[in-house]
């Protein structure tokens, strides 16, 4: 796996994590949505740890930068 998530990215991704998972154990999302949400979160923190996005992979994106050879 390359890496394909740049710096900014992986610190958006961070954020709305922390914020879904303050609003799912602050109650303010519950039920249905609120699992949802978690999951979201999980995967949103995971990529922005491992730095790879498979999402990004199939439309080809890549956010991090290039070295210059």
Do not use: E
Request: hydrophobic share 50%; with cysteine; glycine share 8%.
């Amino acid at each position: 796996m390359t890496k394909n998530m740049g710096s900014a990215d992986k610190i958006v991704r961070t954020l709305i994590a922390i914020v879904a998972l303050y609003l799912y154990f602050s109650g303010t999302v519950t039920g249905t949505v609120g699992i949802v949400l978690i999951v979201v979160a999980v995967i949103f923190l995971l990529t922005s740890l491992i730095s790879f996005c498979p999402l990004y992979t199939l439309f080809g994106l890549k956010t991090c930068k290039t070295k210059q050879s």
